[in-house]
C-alpha cells in the first residue's frame, strides 16, 4: 500500500483540522478509498498511487487557500474538493480593499480616507512618512502593506524597527537579556503581526529572519535589499538615527516612517530627526507624505476627544 506525508509546517493544525477533527471527516468523506490519518502536525494518507496524486493536489490548493485566508471551513473544503480551478473556490471580497486576511480570516482593511490615501501613495512611491497622533492606524496600516508585500513575493523580507528611546522608562532595569529587555517595546509591532499571521508561521518566519524586530542601533552598516522596512516613532530619531536609517535603503525596497511629533521623547535641544526629515525631503521626488489626523482614530471612541483635549492646551501655550 503507497503512502502519503503531508506536514503542516506553517499552519496550525488544530485550525486546519477543524473542531473535533470535522476537516478531517470531510476529507474522508470525499476520499473513501483513502485511509487517512491525522495525528500532531502530520497528515497521512494510505492508498493508491493515483488517488493519492489527486490527494496530494487537492491538499496542496487547500493548504495553499489557508496560507492565503487564514481560514478555512467546511464550505471552503467542498469548494475546493470539487473545484476545478482557483477561481472557483477563492473567496471573492470587494475590489481592491482588503489589504491582508488576518488569522481566522479577519479582513484587514484602511478604514479611514487618509489610510487609503497611505496605502496608495505607498504605491506610488518607495519611501512614505506616515504622520499623526496615536491610535490613528499609521503603523497597523504599514505592517500590513508589509505582510502583502510579503506574501505577494513582491519583497523578500519584513524589517521592523524603532529608536530605542525610553520614554521616562530605565530599559537597564528589566530583567533578561537584552532581547527580553527590548521586547516589551517591540510589543505594539508584535500585536500587529499577530493579528495577521497565524502563530506557527509567525514564529517560523522570525526563526528564519523573513521578518526581523529590532531596535534601529541594528540597523546600522546594513544595505536593505529586498525588504519592505517600517521606522517606528521615527520622531525619537536625532538628526544621525535618521540619516543613517534613509541610507540603508537597497534595491527594491520599500521604506515606511511613523511618527507623532506630539510625543517626542528625545533631551531637550535634540532636533527630531522626523522633523528635520519632513522639511529636507519636502520636494524630492519618490517620497510620499500622508498627514493623519483624530478623523483617522480608529481607537475607543475617547481618544478622539483627548487628541483634542491636549490639542487645545497645546494651542495656548
Do not use: C
Not at 541610507?247 to 511618527?259: D, P, Q, S, V, Y
Amino acid at each position: 500500500m503507497n503512502e502519503l506525508i503531508i506536514e503542516l509546517t506553517e499552519v496550525s493544525p488544530r485550525e486546519f483540522f477543524g473542531l473535533q477533527n470535522a476537516n478531517i471527516d470531510l476529507l474522508k468523506k470525499f476520499f473513501p478509498k483513502l485511509k487517512i490519518v491525522a495525528r500532531g502536525s502530520k497528515i497521512k494518507a494510505y492508498g493508491d498511487e493515483e488517488i493519492l496524486e489527486e490527494f496530494d493536489k487537492r491538499m496542496t490548493m487547500l493548504l495553499e487557500h489557508f496560507g492565503k485566508y487564514n481560514k478555512i471551513d467546511e464550505n471552503v473544503i467542498e469548494r475546493v474538493l470539487q473545484s476545478e480551478s482557483k477561481e472557483d473556490y477563492e473567496t471573492p471580497v470587494s475590489a481592491g480593499e482588503v489589504l491582508v486576511h488576518g488569522v481566522s480570516g479577519k479582513l484587514i482593511k484602511a478604514q479611514t480616507a487618509n489610510q487609503r490615501k497611505l496605502v496608495e501613495l505607498m504605491g506610488k512611491n518607495d519611501m512614505v512618512f506616515a504622520v499623526g497622533p496615536a491610535g490613528t492606524g499609521k503603523t497597523y496600516t504599514g505592517v500590513a502593506l508589509a505582510v502583502k508585500a510579503l506574501k505577494e513575493k513582491q519583497v523578500k523580507r519584513i524589517i521592523l524597527t524603532r529608536p530605542a528611546v525610553e520614554a521616562g522608562e530605565n530599559l537597564g532595569f528589566l530583567p533578561g537579556d537584552l532581547k527580553e529587555k527590548l521586547d516589551p517595546y517591540m510589543q505594539p509591532l508584535y500585536d500587529a503581526l499577530r493579528d495577521m499571521i497565524p502563530h506557527e508561521k509567525l514564529e517560523s518566519h522570525i526563526e528564519k529572519g523573513i521578518i526581523q524586530i529590532a531596535p534601529m542601533a541594528f540597523m546600522r552598516g546594513r544595505t536593505l535589499d529586498n525588504a519592505f522596512v517600517i521606522l517606528d516613532e521615527a520622531q525619537n530619531t536625532t538628526h544621525a538615527q535618521m540619516k543613517m536609517f534613509l541610507t540603508r535603503m537597497g534595491k527594491n525596497a520599500k521604506f515606511m516612517i511613523t511618527g507623532d511629533p506630539g510625543q517626542i521623547d528625545l533631551p531637550r535641544r535634540v532636533i527630531s530627526g522626523l522633523k528635520e526629515a519632513l522639511l529636507v525631503l519636502k520636494d524630492v521626488k519618490g517620497v510620499g507624505v500622508i498627514y493623519l489626523d483624530d478623523k483617522d482614530v480608529i481607537r475607543h471612541r475617547l481618544v478622539k476627544k483627548v487628541i483634542a483635549a491636549y490639542k487645545s492646551i497645546e494651542n495656548v501655550d
